[in-house]
């Protein structure tokens, strides 16, 4: 919230990675409340911290799942402040001045190696937990570029 990004309390389904709000959709229009956010975690202190992406967070991030395969397709990113995930890497942008909406991004093969999230959905934030499908612990959000207040690249 410091950084004026709307957040959300995540930890639900079989990846945990569904959030914990019955509706979490109004956070997309508006920022949660100091008191929303301390009773969110006073109820779920393991809860992980869920970023809405889009115009409310004014971020895009750029979701890389398979890092090899999203190399191979030859698109080069601006460099940025970024998280390693277990799998790979969220890149954080600007929202720019058009409408961003989530959109897969695929190989060759039409394999999904990535994602961009931006207007309807949200990212995990470090230091947030990191769980197989499973429910076993395997690894944690982390950044690799910390935000420090400078402005994200468009």
């Known amino acids: 919230m410091k950084k004026g990004w709307s957040i959300i309390p995540i930890g639900g389904g079989k990846d945990k990675k569904a959030p914990l709000l019955p509706s979490w959709r109004k956070f997309q229009k508006r920022l949660p409340t100091g008191q929303e956010v301390e009773k969110w975690w006073s109820d779920t202190p393991n809860a992980k911290i869920g970023v809405i992406t889009g115009k409310i967070s004014q971020l895009v991030v750029v979701n890389i799942d398979d890092p090899l395969e999203f190399n191979r397709l030859g698109i080069k990113l601006i460099n940025t402040k970024k998280v390693k995930t277990k799998k790979g890497f969220h890149f954080y942008y600007k929202y720019p ?5 989530n959109s897969p991004i695929h190989n060759k093969q039409r394999e999904q190696v990535g994602d961009i999230r931006a207007e309807g959905g949200y990212v995990i934030a470090p230091p947030s937990l ?8 395997d690894g944690q959000y982390e950044w690799v570029e910390v935000p420090d207040g400078s402005e994200l690249p468009i």
Do not use: L
Not at 130 to 137: A, L, S, V
């Open 97 to 101: 001045e058009f409408d961003v909406h």
């Open 130 to 137: 990191h769980h197989d499908k499973n429910n076993n612990q």
